[in-house]
């Protein structure tokens, strides 16, 4: 099983992949986090990617459709694959489906999780963490049950982070959007469009994408 996994920040993608690497022993391949594990361990794409970076220039698209590339040929993808952050081009849409064809392997589904604008802005300017162990609060959906006291540590220092704030959250949804509309048509083209409501509780979305799986 192969997805694509799209939506904005804040929708939940994060979540949902995790539970899907846990529970489908699937593997989630994050550009980002591919790109600084395939420069930190040396890798043939890893030493390429370094000498761009260290240019001060952008990862070109064959570097990071190489990247992919040596980690499809990795044992532990054979069970499927979640691409989070790949495609965002139709160049790149391209690319995917040259790595895939070449493996003998297929793209399954793209699934979507769709939201409210802004009811998502709700949901991420009111979130913040304890500063000593990390549980994640709310202040309408998730209050500590002592007044400033942490639930798990009993630590009274909170944080929130800086770019938690609604003008950003709207920039990212722009971006988001730019980046997503050439991307979509061409899988809408190929029937492989699912959407799920990323607004629902988490167990239910991932109940929703478990029942889309399922089907396959």
């Known amino acids: 099983m192969n997805i694509i996994l799209l939506g904005p920040p804040g929708a939940g993608k994060g979540t949902q992949a995790a539970r899907l ?4 022993h699937m593997v989630q391949l994050s550009t980002g986090d591919m790109l600084r594990a395939a ?6 794409v890893g030493v390429q990617a370094k000498a761009v970076m260290e240019a001060g220039e952008l990862v070109s698209d064959a570097i990071v459709s190489a990247l992919i590339g040596e980690r499809l040929d990795q044992p532990d993808s054979a069970k499927g694959v979640i691409l989070d952050g790949y495609p965002r081009t139709a160049a790149q849409a391209e690319a995917l489906d040259g790595l895939l064809i070449e493996r003998d392997r ?25 500063a000593q162990c990390g549980e994640g609060y709310h202040d309408r959906f998730k209050l500590p049950k ?19 704030n609604a003008e950003t959250v709207r920039t ?10 050439p991307i979509l048509p061409l899988y809408e083209a190929r029937g492989l469009v699912r959407r799920v ?11 929703a994408i478990a029942g889309i799986l399922d089907k396959s």
């Open 21 to 24: 690497v846990a529970e489908r």
């Open 39 to 44: 420069v930190k361990a040396g890798t043939p």
């Open 106 to 130: 297929a793209l399954d589904f793209v699934i979507e999780l769709q939201v409210d604008e802004d009811a998502l802005i709700e949901r991420i300017v009111g979130r913040y963490t304890c």
């Open 146 to 164: 002592v007044a400033g006291v942490c639930d798990v540590c009993a630590a009274t220092e909170f944080k929130r982070r800086p770019d938690d």
């Open 172 to 181: 990212r949804m722009a971006e988001y959007r730019a980046k997503t509309a």
């Open 197 to 207: 409501d990323g607004m629902a509780d988490m167990d239910h979305v991932g109940e």
